[in-house]
């Protein structure tokens, strides 16, 4: 069994450290938030994360060799596209995403 200082040491490090990565960016952006290149990547960069992110699941989730290739990916990400349109919430988009995949995936109502 592992040693209960060692975890206890081995959390506080973690948990620091993430605190740090969240805070920093603030502290240091503060007095540049009307810098071109700030305004630039607030602007773009959570949409191309969200590209990327969107990209790999589709490429590692989806089954690609069923009668219907790749749609018990697609059909949640398109509902995570609908529901953020329509409600603009991000929780309640990915939420809804995320429910009707595991519901496709646990249920399997997609043959493969």
């Known amino acids: 069994m592992a040693d209960t200082g060692y975890l206890a040491g081995f959390i506080a490090v973690a948990a620091v450290a993430t605190f740090l ?3 920093i ?5 503060q007095r540049h938030t009307e810098h071109p290149l700030v305004r630039h990547l607030g602007r773009y960069l ?3 994360v969200m590209a990327l ?3 790999v699941f589709l490429q590692r989730s989806a089954t690609w060799n069923s009668s219907l290739p790749g749609l018990d990916a697609l059909l949640p990400a ?4 609908v529901v953020h349109l329509w409600r603009r919430n991000a929780l309640l988009s990915i939420a809804s ?5 595991m519901a496709i995936l646990q ?5 493969v």
């Open 25 to 29: 960016p603030f502290l240091f952006f």
């Open 78 to 81: 398109i509902l995570v596209v």
């Open 107 to 111: 249920l399997d109502l997609i043959q």
């Open 21 to 23: 990565t969240r805070v």
């Open 53 to 55: 992110l969107a990209t």
């Open 46 to 48: 959570p949409a191309a």
């Open 97 to 101: 995403g995320t429910i009707a995949y």
